[in-house]
């Protein structure tokens, strides 16, 4: 079993900033990669940034500029800061840990239940 647990949301300002964090325990062997995906109100779930083993990231578009993820050394944690927050922003946030349970085993997604972003303008 692989437990995901987001933190940080909450309600701020446009224009705030506000760090999200995603701590991934349990039966790890590895992980592959970690993700912040959002999903606002009538919305389908989106991927907002990724960071891979080796220290790859990629961030979408609209994000560019304000967001950063990055993982702690020698942690299975990763943490998005999100600078100038807009609107747009709100929704969802939900951590997702690819996973290697055993050295033999296969990578599997593992989802915390999400922590909620609330943007006013």
């Known amino acids: 079993q692989v437990d995901v647990v987001e933190s940080g949301g909450g309600l701020v300002q446009a224009g705030g900033s506000l760090r999200l964090s995603c701590a991934a325990s349990?039966?790890?062997?590895?992980?592959?990669?970690m993700a912040w995906y959002r999903q606002a109100p009538g919305k389908q779930r989106e991927l907002v940034a990724v960071?891979?083993?080796?220290?790859?990231?990629t961030l979408i578009d609209s994000v560019k500029g304000r967001f950063t993820i990055y993982r702690a050394n020698s942690e299975n944690s990763m943490f998005l800061q999100m600078n100038n927050l807009k609107p747009e922003d709100a929704a969802v946030y939900y951590c997702?840990?690819?996973?290697?349970?055993?050295?033999?085993?296969?990578?599997?997604?593992?989802w915390g239940q999400g922590t909620q972003v609330t943007v006013s303008s």
């Open positions: 960071i891979r083993t080796g220290g790859t990231t």
């Open positions: 349990g039966s790890i062997f590895s992980i592959n990669s």
């Open positions: 997702n840990a690819v996973v290697r349970t055993t050295a033999w085993g296969r990578l599997d997604p593992y």
